[in-house]
């Protein structure tokens, strides 16, 4: 009993605590993060108090696909086709070219890690790689979006952030998804012949597009709000996304890449303003929950703290200078040319984790907590310096409006609206 | 509707395909749960919709739409997938636990407290009395009943009463919010079931207790059962206490994100339950009273948050109660389900009549106030549970009866008690 209430105490006060210190950060320097969430599960998890075991832990796998799911979809439906026909080439060209670089440079870096000094075979360490190479690709337009809450944007640099940011995300998540198609793990059943690499990747794409298609038609060409209030149509959607999410685990496949295509159909469909504005309004509730469970399922080891997760951040940092140098300095035109394209990226986000929870699932056997540690001590590190970077590089390139104005600017609507 | 229903069967059939694709492998959570769990979800809320159309409470039809996909008719969701989805149940019982006590209100206790505790009284006194002279009357059509000495079949008959005694929080709660339901009868209707949870408890601790004893496996005395009752209601005031002092602490401090924080509060609260044996069900409710009525902070939006999270949670709750729901097993005793029943039904009506007159409530209440005794779900499963878990002697037989009398109650209760809200003319949302 006094153990029970000993742990309930020490969560408590840690959560209080945590909660304090990045409120200041909040108020600081706008900290977008959620760090006090993944402390308050580790906290509850299995590796400290214990009132979450790690049964329990497995069991909230309805909630963790549900919350994987919401944010491949709400990805999903950034990318509404009337509005990617209005985006200037050259916005296009930046993102493109940031986030492809980015990626590139990262996945050198990791492949050569995973190889060369870790002595992985190079199935196991592509796998590695390319995973650790997505997350390091991931950024969040949150910060972005907190500076434009606060202050006046007036920097053509901002929508190019925002959607960079997307962009980012986007093949951070389709690199993810092919990876787990073409090293697919798991057997068939013996009636069947093993599909190839190949086929799998179709499958994947497929089993989003069926969804996408069966849940526009399930929802109707028309808008829910008739039938009351979002909450109906969250049990639909959550229905949908549960449904895409457990094809997904069923074939062994990233519902995060499934949900996206879903997204990606809805939000071309009747339905995309009611559906894109119940994903907007859950994202962060979505996202802290994904923190608390990744918190729980968290057991980092020394040598994940001490080495592997600090040389991470440093290779995504340094990957993300040069993905945004070639990006903001060569590609860009001269109103949008910075060299400091990739130190506005900085923040990683909700996707990042949910990617490496996804791993965590899918390949267990291949260090799993390893990519985990890395990614969550990178991305609580990047969320804290985010905001003060991107507000730096966007007051460099023109001007950011005087911080004691208050802004008359809400969050800039997503592409699909 | 019909679109729906034809995604629903493609889902599934695409279902069907997909499953040579993977051979079956073992996991905490099957993936094949996550899938059908989804299924679940939309099927409810597609059935939910038509319940809506047809006028009966859409709750009826998250139920059906589980009873349907359920071990019981279809299949398409089997046992161990609703073991997998336990932890989603109990994570809805929690919130709609800690919204309960939230809702109950000490101004409302005192004001109708005269009026709460008559037609309680005089529901458990109704029920017990009704239930037990049944059952002994017709004990050789009541299987549980069979071959036992005369004490023994008492204390059998009056355990097995106090289960026909428990209400519906849940019930209550998801009506109230599908209808928008405000005035003396939604307020007395909430008292009268929040109330009678905890006496429920009490009277379940020593029923349970006394036929354990009579049946051979404890000879514990009087005392001993007083005992551990105080001390298991003990237990759950202190952890209702210290997690409600929890919710207040982040109430005051943190003031945001408040899903989440209900969320992992409800989970920290059945690890804490299971490792200390206590009632997560009253925990909560105590915890949600004492946030909202003697705690220091405001409450309201910790409340409103999960006023907006009740509809989602209900539809889980009342599918998986819905696909837990056994109709064959208790198909070979239907006369004696049906008997008993009307017989609490009865009881019931009584108590709801008698009781307002006697405490002199509004005419509404004293008229209508029944309606909302007749559901019965979660809690009453649960303790058939427990009998069946802890005597198996009769348990498996008492739990089947209870399980009929529950089903039944659980598809007329509702049905029932909206009616009662629409006459009493406190529904506002269409």
Same mark, same amino acid.
């Given at each position: 009993m006094?153990?029970?209430?000993?742990?309930?105490?020490?969560?408590?006060?840690?959560?209080?605590?945590?909660?304090?210190?990045?409120?200041?950060?909040?108020?600081?320097?706008?900290?977008?993060?959620?760090?006090?969430?993944?402390?308050?599960?580790?906290?509850?998890?299995?590796?400290?108090?214990?009132?979450?075991?790690?049964?329990?832990?497995?069991?909230?796998?309805?909630?963790?696909?549900?919350?994987?799911?919401?944010?491949?979809?709400?990805?999903?439906?950034?990318?509404?086709?009337?509005?990617?026909?209005?985006?200037?080439?050259?916005?296009?060209?930046?993102?493109?070219?940031?986030?492809?670089?980015?990626?590139?440079?990262?996945?050198?870096?990791?492949?050569?890690?995973?190889?060369?000094?870790?002595?992985?075979?190079?199935?196991?360490?592509?796998?590695?790689?390319?995973?650790?190479?997505?997350?390091?690709?991931?950024?969040?337009?949150?910060?972005?979006?907190?500076?434009?809450?606060?202050?006046?944007?007036?920097?053509?640099?901002?929508?190019?952030?925002?959607?960079?940011?997307?962009?980012?995300?986007?093949?951070?998540?389709?690199?993810?998804?092919?990876?787990?198609?073409?090293?697919?793990?798991?057997?068939?059943?013996?009636?069947?012949?093993?599909?190839?690499?190949?086929?799998?990747?179709?499958?994947?794409?497929?089993?989003?597009?069926?969804?996408?298609?069966?849940?526009?038609?399930?929802?109707?060409?028309?808008?829910?709000?008739?039938?009351?209030?979002?909450?109906?149509?969250?049990?639909?959607?959550?229905?949908?996304?549960?449904?895409?999410?457990?094809?997904?685990?069923?074939?062994?496949?990233?519902?995060?890449?499934?949900?996206?295509?879903?997204?990606?159909?809805?939000?071309?469909?009747?339905?995309?303003?009611?559906?894109?504005?119940?994903?907007?309004?859950?994202?962060?509730?979505?996202?802290?929950?994904?923190?608390?469970?990744?918190?729980?399922?968290?057991?980092?080891?020394?040598?994940?703290?001490?080495?592997?997760?600090?040389?991470?951040?440093?290779?995504?940092?340094?990957?993300?200078?040069?993905?945004?140098?070639?990006?903001?300095?060569?590609?860009?035109?001269?109103?949008?040319?910075?060299?400091?394209?990739?130190?506005?990226?900085?923040?990683?986000?909700?996707?990042?984790?949910?990617?490496?929870?996804?791993?965590?699932?899918?390949?267990?056997?291949?260090?799993?907590?390893?990519?985990?540690?890395?990614?969550?001590?990178?991305?609580?590190?990047?969320?804290?310096?985010?905001?003060?970077?991107?507000?730096?590089? $966007?007051?460099?390139?023109?001007?950011?409006?005087?911080?004691?104005?208050?802004?008359?600017?809400?969050?800039?609507?997503?592409?699909?609206? | 509707?019909?679109?729906?229903?034809?995604?629903?069967?493609?889902?599934?059939?695409?279902?069907?395909?997909?499953?040579?694709?993977?051979?079956?492998?073992?996991?905490?959570?099957?993936?094949?749960?996550?899938?059908?769990?989804?299924?679940?979800?939309?099927?409810?809320?597609?059935?939910?919709?038509?319940?809506?159309?047809?006028?009966?409470?859409?709750?009826?039809?998250?139920?059906?739409?589980?009873?349907?996909?359920?071990?019981?008719?279809?299949?398409?969701?089997?046992?161990?997938?609703?073991?997998?989805?336990?932890?989603?149940?109990?994570?809805?019982v929690?919130?709609?636990a800690?919204?309960?006590?939230?809702?109950?209100?000490?101004?409302?206790?005192?004001?109708?407290?005269?009026?709460?505790?008559?037609?309680l009284a005089?529901q458990t006194i109704?029920v017990l009395v009704?239930v037990v002279?049944?059952?002994?009357?017709?004990?050789?059509?009541?299987?549980f009943?069979?071959?036992?000495?005369?004490s023994t079949?008492f204390f059998i008959a009056l355990l097995f009463a106090v289960m026909l005694t428990v209400n519906s929080p849940?019930?209550?709660?998801?009506?109230?919010?599908?209808?928008?339901?405000?005035?003396?009868?939604?307020?007395?209707?909430?008292?009268v079931v929040l109330v009678a949870d905890v006496v429920v408890i009490l009277l379940f601790t020593g029923a349970f207790s006394l036929a354990q004893a009579s049946l051979g496996g404890t000879t514990a005395g009087a005392g001993v059962i007083m005992g551990q009752l105080l001390w298991e209601v003990s237990k759950a005031v202190l952890a209702g206490v210290?997690?409600?002092?929890?919710?207040?602490?982040?109430?005051?401090?943190?003031?945001?994100?408040?899903?989440?924080?209900?969320? $992992?509060?409800?989970?920290?609260t059945a690890?804490a339950a299971e490792a200390l044996h206590f009632e997560l069900l009253l925990s909560l409710v105590i915890?949600?009273?004492? $946030?909202?009525?003697?705690?220091?902070?405001?409450?309201?939006?910790?409340?409103?948050?999960?006023?907006?999270?009740? $509809?989602?949670?209900?539809?889980?709750?009342?599918?998986?109660?819905?696909?837990?729901?056994?109709?064959?097993?208790?198909?070979?005793?239907?006369?004696?389900?049906?008997?008993?029943?009307?017989?609490?039904?009865?009881?019931?009506?009584?108590?709801?009549?008698?009781?307002?007159?006697?405490?002199?409530?509004?005419?509404?209440?004293?008229?209508?106030?029944?309606?909302?005794?007749?559901?019965q779900a979660g809690v009453a499963l649960g303790l058939a549970t427990t009998v069946a878990d802890r005597l198996p002697a009769v348990g498996?037989?008492i739990q089947?009866?209870t399980?009929?009398?529950i089903?039944?109650?659980?598809?007329?209760?509702?049905?029932?008690?909206?009616?009662?809200?629409?006459?009493?003319?406190?529904?506002?949302?269409?």
């Amino acid at each position: 009993m006094q153990t029970t209430l000993a742990a309930l105490a020490v969560i408590t006060v840690g959560y209080i605590l945590a909660y304090l210190v990045f409120d200041r950060l909040r108020d600081r320097f706008g900290y977008v993060g959620g760090a006090e969430y993944v402390i308050i599960g580790f906290l509850l998890g299995p590796r400290m108090t214990g009132l979450l075991g790690a049964a329990e832990v497995q069991d909230l796998t309805p909630i963790v696909s549900l919350a994987l799911g919401w944010l491949g979809m709400l990805l999903g439906t950034y990318f509404r086709l009337p509005a990617l026909a209005r985006i200037d080439t050259s916005h296009l060209r930046i993102a493109f070219t940031e986030a492809l670089a980015t990626f590139g440079f990262a996945l050198a870096a990791l492949l050569a890690l995973f190889h060369y000094v870790s002595g992985y075979a190079w199935p196991e360490a592509i796998i590695q790689a390319v995973t650790l190479a997505a997350v390091a690709t991931l950024s969040s337009a949150a910060a972005v979006d907190a500076l434009t809450g606060r202050h006046r944007p007036v920097s053509p640099l901002v929508p190019v952030l925002q959607f960079t940011a997307r962009i980012d995300a986007l093949i951070a998540v389709a690199a993810f998804g092919l990876l787990l198609a073409i090293f697919h793990q798991g057997q068939v059943s013996l009636t069947v012949r093993p599909p190839t690499a190949t086929e799998w990747a179709v499958i994947n794409v497929a089993v989003g597009v069926s969804s996408g298609v069966l849940f526009h038609l399930f929802l109707g060409p028309g808008s829910r709000s008739d039938e009351g209030q979002g909450s109906r149509l969250f049990v639909a959607l959550a229905g949908a996304i549960v449904v895409a999410s457990g094809a997904s685990y069923y074939l062994n496949l990233s519902p995060i890449y499934t949900n996206l295509v879903l997204g990606f159909i809805l939000a071309n469909s009747g339905a995309h303003r009611d559906v894109t504005r119940l994903l907007l309004n859950t994202e962060r509730p979505v996202y802290l929950a994904l923190l608390v469970f990744a918190g729980a399922a968290w057991s980092p080891s020394s040598p994940e703290l001490l080495f592997v997760a600090p040389l991470f951040v440093l290779i995504r940092l340094a990957a993300r200078l040069a993905g945004g140098w070639v990006a903001g300095a060569l590609s860009a035109p001269p109103l949008l040319r910075t060299p400091w394209l990739g130190r506005a990226l900085l923040a990683q986000g909700g996707i990042a984790v949910a990617l490496a929870v996804n791993y965590t699932q899918v390949r267990p056997d291949l260090n799993g907590d390893l990519i985990l540690t890395a990614t969550l001590v990178s991305v609580l590190l990047f969320d804290i310096v985010a905001s003060r970077e991107v507000t730096q590089v $966007v007051a460099a390139s023109s001007a950011v409006g005087d911080p004691a104005t208050p802004t008359d600017v809400a969050r800039p609507e997503p592409l699909s609206s | 509707m019909i679109r729906r229903l034809v995604v629903l069967m493609l889902l599934v059939g695409g279902a069907v395909l997909l499953e040579p694709l993977r051979a079956p492998t073992e996991g905490v959570i099957a993936p094949r749960s996550l899938f059908l769990f989804g299924i679940l979800l939309l099927t409810a809320d597609t059935f939910g919709a038509l319940a809506h159309d047809l006028r009966v409470p859409r709750l009826l039809g998250y139920l059906v739409a589980g009873l349907a996909l359920g071990p019981s008719i279809a299949g398409i969701v089997p046992v161990g997938v609703l073991e997998d989805l336990s932890m989603m149940k109990r994570l809805a019982v929690g919130l709609i636990a800690v919204l309960a006590g939230a809702e109950l209100r000490i101004a409302d206790l005192r004001q109708r407290g005269r009026v709460i505790a008559f037609i309680l009284a005089l529901q458990t006194i109704f029920v017990l009395v009704a239930v037990v002279a049944t059952t002994l009357f017709a004990a050789r059509w009541i299987p549980f009943l069979a071959g036992l000495s005369a004490s023994t079949a008492f204390f059998i008959a009056l355990l097995f009463a106090v289960m026909l005694t428990v209400n519906s929080p849940m019930v209550t709660l998801a009506l109230l919010t599908e209808t928008g339901a405000k005035g003396p009868l939604s307020r007395t209707t909430l008292g009268v079931v929040l109330v009678a949870d905890v006496v429920v408890i009490l009277l379940f601790t020593g029923a349970f207790s006394l036929a354990q004893a009579s049946l051979g496996g404890t000879t514990a005395g009087a005392g001993v059962i007083m005992g551990q009752l105080l001390w298991e209601v003990s237990k759950a005031v202190l952890a209702g206490v210290v997690v409600g002092g929890i919710m207040s602490l982040h109430l005051h401090f943190v003031k945001r994100e408040l899903v989440v924080f209900a969320v $992992v509060v409800v989970f920290a609260t059945a690890g804490a339950a299971e490792a200390l044996h206590f009632e997560l069900l009253l925990s909560l409710v105590i915890a949600g009273f004492l $946030v909202e009525n003697v705690a220091p902070v405001r409450a309201e939006p910790l409340v409103e948050t999960l006023h907006q999270a009740a $509809v989602p949670v209900f539809v889980v709750f009342f599918a998986i109660t819905g696909a837990e729901l056994r109709i064959e097993e208790f198909a070979s005793f239907w006369p004696a389900v049906v008997a008993l029943v009307l017989v609490r039904l009865i009881a019931v009506f009584g108590s709801g009549r008698l009781g307002g007159l006697w405490a002199g409530a509004e005419p509404v209440v004293t008229r209508y106030g029944w309606t909302g005794l007749v559901p019965q779900a979660g809690v009453a499963l649960g303790l058939a549970t427990t009998v069946a878990d802890r005597l198996p002697a009769v348990g498996l037989s008492i739990q089947t009866l209870t399980i009929g009398i529950i089903a039944i109650n659980q598809a007329l209760g509702p049905i029932l008690f909206r009616r009662g809200l629409e006459r009493a003319g406190e529904v506002t949302a269409v």
